[in-house]
């Protein structure tokens, strides 16, 4: 059974760092895009980062800058450093992975999702 497990949100405040951490298991992702999403509370969800298996990595508009994704393959790890928080960061954040190549971007790409994990950032 794969399983993705989200780690290191909390309470930070507005100019703060976080660092997510996605730690999976039941398969390796070494050679599959993974991504981070996020849902803010009545907002619908959407893409915040993604890293193809080759280590390219894309981002949201709104994030890019201030978040980098990076990914431990011997570890099976992907990772969401996050700097300069905003307010507007505040939201349940996933881990999310593919087991087939798809759309980067797209939600519905994604088969494996981790339980998420919450990140509040204060002003």
């Known amino acids: 059974q794969v399983q993705l497990v989200e780690s290191g949100g909390g309470l930070v405040q507005a100019g703060g760092s976080l660092r997510l951490s996605c730690a999976a298991s039941?398969?390796?992702?070494?050679?599959?895009?993974m991504g981070w999403f996020r849902r803010a509370s009545g907002k619908e969800r959407e893409f915040v980062a993604a890293?193809?298996?080759?280590?390219?990595?894309y981002y949201a508009g709104s994030v890019k800058g201030r978040f980098t994704i990076s990914r431990d393959s011997a570890e099976n790890t992907v990772y969401l450093q996050m700097n300069s928080l905003k307010p507007e960061d505040t939201a349940v954040y996933y881990c999310?992975?593919?087991?087939?190549?798809?759309?980067?971007?797209?939600?519905?790409?994604?088969?494996?999702w981790g339980q998420g994990t919450q990140v509040t950032v204060s002003s």
């Open positions: 999310a992975g593919q087991g087939s190549a798809g759309s980067l971007w797209s939600a519905s790409a994604y088969d494996y």
């Open positions: 039941g398969r390796t992702f070494s050679t599959n895009h």
């Open positions: 890293m193809t298996w080759t280590r390219n990595t």
